[in-house]
Every structure is written in C-alpha cells, then in structure tokens.
C-alpha cells in the first residue's frame, strides 16, 4: 500500500458483483489493448478502426488517446521523464477500474518507456494486458504529420519530444507487432481482433449490431 493512502486510512471497499459477474453481462473478457509507438504512426486511427469491429460485434469498449487524457486526467503534466511516468500511471490505473467493469479498454500512448509499460502490464496482469507495438520509421511518421509538431520538434520548439529529442524504448516482446507504413489500417485492426479471438478475450456474440457507420466531423 502507498504511504499517502496508509496514513489517511483509505481502505479499498469490495463491492457485491465481480469482475467475472460483469463480463458475463458484457459477454467478454475485461481487458486492455495498448497501442504503443512514435506520434503518427498510426496507434490511434487503428485504435478507432479496432473500436468500431468490435462495436459491431457488441463488445463495450472505450478508446483512450494521449492528446484527450492530456486535456483532462493529465493536464497538468509536462512531457519531462518524469511526468511521462506520471501520466501513463494514471492511465493505467484508470484503465485498471475498466478493466474491473469487464469493458475492452483500447489505449494510444505514445508511452515511450518500456518500465511504464511494463508496470501496467503488472498492475493488470499479464492475461488483461495486450501490447501492441505500432512500428514506424521516424521519417514516414514525419511526413504523415499534420499538425506540424516535428517540425517543432526539429526546430527545437517543442522540447523532450520523442523520436527526435526523447527516446523512445520499443518493447521487446510485444503481443503484435504492426509495420503501419506497410500495413493498411482496418486490415491492421482485424489482425488484432484475429489475435483477440484466438486467445478468447472475444467470442463470437449470438447478436450482431448493425454496422457503425462513422460520420465525418
């Protein structure tokens, strides 16, 4: 138990349904598929394709992108070794409790440390934790890059940025490894439901939804 939680006498209450009570109303697994590599390599348009799949299959889930945490839950953190630690801690702890409620967490963090990873990876348990390792060559995701921050980067603007003036630490044995500047995105998002289904995280549901359709904003 952390100190600040020992000394002000916080106790975690159990309550009277299970993780296991809630994936049966789900009808699958509670787990959490983490998109990990550089900014613009594509972690969040697969997380979004991998989303409506599984929609369409009526699995609950909810996406979590790096830039929307960043405006909420982590706003207040800088891009500092340290607070990148800081950030993916809360993340994981947050996607920790949907994990508890039986929903398919998909994560896109950039998430550059392979301890940060790893520490989710423990908090969760090896069995709830999918890495899925977006490989992309530093000058493919320069060129894809719409909102011009390596350019910033280049031009040193923007400090600690990974790729270019962070490191970033690709994981070592990854669930799935995905060549985004080889790979379309929705046939990557099938490989990773492919990969689901083998290992019976999802099971194929006596309902289907109707086909999501997504809107252009």
């Given at each position: 138990m952390?100190?600040?939680?020992?000394?002000?006498?916080?106790?975690?209450?159990?309550?009277?349904?299970?993780r296991e009570d809630r994936?049966?109303?789900?009808?699958?697994?509670?787990?959490?598929?983490w998109f990990t590599g550089l900014s613009a390599s594509g972690k969040s348009t697969i997380a979004r394709h991998l989303e409506k799949k599984l929609y369409n299959l009526g699995c609950s889930t909810y996406v979590f992108d790096g830039d929307n945490v960043r405006h909420g839950l982590c706003g207040d953190l800088g891009f500092s070794p340290d607070d990148r630690e800081e950030n993916i801690r809360r993340i994981g702890e947050m996607v920790n409790l949907y994990v508890d409620a039986g929903i398919i967490a998909i994560a896109a963090f950039i998430s550059p440390y392979r301890k940060d990873?790893?520490?989710?990876?423990?908090?969760?348990?090896?069995?709830?934790?999918?890495?899925?390792?977006?490989?992309?060559?530093v000058d493919v995701c320069e060129a894809r890059d719409q909102k011009g921050i390596y350019e910033k980067a280049r031009a040193g603007i923007i400090k600690e940025f990974t790729g270019i003036s962070a490191p970033y630490e690709s994981p070592d044995t990854p669930d799935l490894i995905i060549r985004s500047y080889k790979e379309d995105a929705t046939a990557a998002a099938q490989r990773v439901l492919d990969l689901m289904e083998e290992r019976q995280i999802i099971k194929s549901p006596a309902v289907i939804k109707p086909p999501l359709v997504i809107r252009p904003v």
């Open positions: 952390n100190k600040p939680v020992e000394e002000n006498n916080v106790t975690w209450f159990n309550g009277y349904l299970t994936e049966k109303l789900h009808g699958h697994q509670g787990v959490v598929i990873r790893e520490s989710i990876r423990e908090l969760l348990g090896k069995d709830r934790f999918m890495e899925i390792y977006i490989e992309c060559p």
